[in-house]
């Protein structure tokens, strides 16, 4: 049994077959993975005894469960009006800049990926990120390069 | 403008901290439903996720109902730009809500209850869960055979509207379901649901705690207590404030505002921009009053100053409804992604300006046929700010 097969009878084993524990199964596959792969929806779909369709259906309205592969940490800066006010363009820039790719881009090294995500609701300290679950706030163009060298650095 | 800095009253009800939750539990328990509902009923509670529906109501009809399952579900898929209100509440006070939840069940006759929590929260978890195990000893002291799931969502703003939540509970794509049936009847896994707002679980236990009267001697005709308001945008003190209900737009502006505001955002994206020259004609509530316009809100108030475009505003909640649309039905789906393209052709002369007003009609289209209240609800901020700052959208 591979690592992926292990992890979706684990994760059907705690918390079983019926459908309303179809997203807690395709969150604990994202928390490992960072993304559904075609090869994952398959087994849950044979797993749970839905079809396939639905639960791609299901994993692609959700845009915190992606269906294409991301880094193992994933970057979602707000958008949303108030981040915008306060200067997230520049810290998009700055992020950019560091890691050297493109927003909606990976590194090369699959560390990281940058994507843009709608109200973070921090509104009151923006402008806001996410890196996985983990939340920052009022950030500069300095600050979030500091925040980003740790998560680059680490082994 | 001037400079006098007036204050609104600050209110201190949701965030007071409270040791014997426990006992105030006890009593509530003990006390007859139907004195429970009219109680809840008496207070005059709307929900304070915006929309606005009477609390006692919802417990009442719930409450009636024969089924033999049923569900307590608290909405904290918090979403609305502009609002984080309930992640506060929910880190502050969360005995104060799973208490709500509670005595709902207790009067529902429910055994189980959810926290839909919003993915961005996911980091809530580890102390929410902790919370809950002890809300559950105190439950078993109590002999209140009910008991408290966390369930997660994962970055849908739709899935705050309750039917397209029980959609997501049940695994499915966060699609809203036609009304009726409403929740009370036919909510999560089609059986009998009360979903409240995370704040007014908080409310009800205050007002279970003090009593209907006292939250009634809070706020002004229909607009019944306390909110919890989210701050942000050009103001030098953003945050959680607890304030009455009732206030105009004006007394908010000088209380928050950086002296130089030209309009405040209420409600939300889907909420309504104020501009300045109607700041003293609005109030803060859920019904009309004698004079002006009174505008519900789930507390989120966005301030602008005038250095913001108009434009820029109206094109980032564009952007925002396009994305988070569902997509399940045509006039939300298409209205969305027309709009944006609308507005961005407007303002590089691509279309004549006379094409804006084929937009507004457009939005008055949403709002009689999509078929929930995102795509109903475009049309509050599109034609107000398209109507005050018509200009801004053009040069």
């Known amino acids: ?155 | 403008m001037t400079t006098t800095k007036k204050q609104l009253h600050r209110i201190d009800l949701i965030f007071k901290n409270d040791e014997d939750c426990k006992e105030i539990l006890r009593k509530a328990l003990s006390k007859p439903n139907q004195e429970i509902i009219n109680e809840m009923v008496n207070s005059g509670l709307k929900g304070r996720g915006g929309a606005g529906f009477p609390t006692g109501l919802k417990w009442k009809l719930t409450a009636e109902s024969k089924e033999k399952d049923k569900y307590v579900i608290c909405n904290a898929d918090e979403g609305e730009p502009g609002t984080f209100k309930d992640r506060e509440i929910l880190s502050r006070v969360p005995h104060k809500v799973l208490s709500g939840m509670a005595v709902c069940a207790k009067i529902t006759g429910a055994r189980k209850g959810f926290i839909y929590l919003r993915g961005e929260y996911k980091f809530l978890v580890p102390e929410l869960k902790k919370e809950i195990r002890k809300f559950h000893d105190i439950l078993d002291d109590l002999g209140l055979d009910f008991r408290v799931e966390i369930f997660l969502g994962s970055g849908a703003y739709i899935c705050g509207e309750e039917s397209a939540l029980f959609e997501s509970m049940e695994g499915k794509r966060g699609e809203p379901r036609n009304k009726p049936p409403f929740p009370t009847e036919c909510g999560y896994l089609n059986k009998p649901t009360v979903i409240n707002n995370v704040e007014t679980l908080a409310h009800s236990y205050t007002i279970l705690k003090f009593g209907a009267q006292k939250f009634r001697d809070l706020g002004v005709k229909d607009s019944r207590g306390s909110k919890v308001f989210s701050v942000s945008g050009d103001t030098p003190i953003p945050g959680i404030y607890e304030l009455e209900l009732g206030m105009t737009v004006q007394d908010f502006v000088d209380d928050f505002g950086d002296g130089d505001t030209k309009a405040v955002q209420v409600g939300g994206a889907s909420g309504f921009l104020v501009p300045r020259k109607r700041f003293a004609k609005t109030t803060i509530g859920y019904q009309g009053k004698l004079t002006g316009i009174s505008l519900p809100t789930g507390g989120s108030m966005m301030i602008f100053n005038s250095s913001r475009s108009m434009y820029n505003v109206l094109n980032n909640y564009l952007d925002f409804f396009e994305e988070e649309s569902c997509g399940q039905c045509t006039p939300c789906r298409v209205g969305c992604q027309q709009l944006l393209k609308g507005i961005r052709a407007v303002k590089r002369g691509e279309k004549p300006t006379s094409y804006l007003d084929k937009l507004m009609k457009l939005t008055e289209t949403m709002k009689l046929t999509a078929k929930c209240g995102l795509g109903q609800s475009v049309a509050n901020s599109f034609s107000s700010i398209v109507e005050n700052f018509r200009e801004e959208m053009i040069y």
Not at chain 1, 28 to 55: N, T, W, Y
Not at chain 1, 81 to 93: A, D, F, R, W, Y
Not at chain 1, 111 to 133: E, S
Request: aromatic share 8%; glycine share 6%.
């Open chain 1, 1 to 155: 049994m591979d690592f992926q097969e292990k992890l979706v009878q684990g994760l059907i084993s705690k918390y079983g077959t019926d459908r309303e524990n179809l997203l807690p199964i395709l969150q604990g596959v994202v928390d490992q993975e960072r993304f559904l792969s075609e090869d994952v929806i398959l087994k849950i779909s044979k797993a749970m005894a839905i079809p396939a369709a639905h639960v791609y259906g299901t994993a692609s309205f959700y845009s915190f469960l992606d269906t294409e592969p991301r880094g193992k940490y994933v970057i979602r800066i707000c958008k949303t009006i108030t981040c915008s006010m306060k200067g997230k363009n520049q810290i998009l820039l700055a992020i950019e800049n560091f890691l050297k790719v493109k927003v909606g881009e990976t590194t090369i090294d699959k560390k990281f990926t940058i994507l843009q995500t709608n109200c973070l609701g921090w509104c009151h300290k923006a402008p806001a990120m996410l890196v996985n679950d983990e939340v920052y706030t009022e950030l500069t163009p300095e600050n979030v390069v500091d925040i980003l060298r740790e998560y680059k650095e680490e082994k």
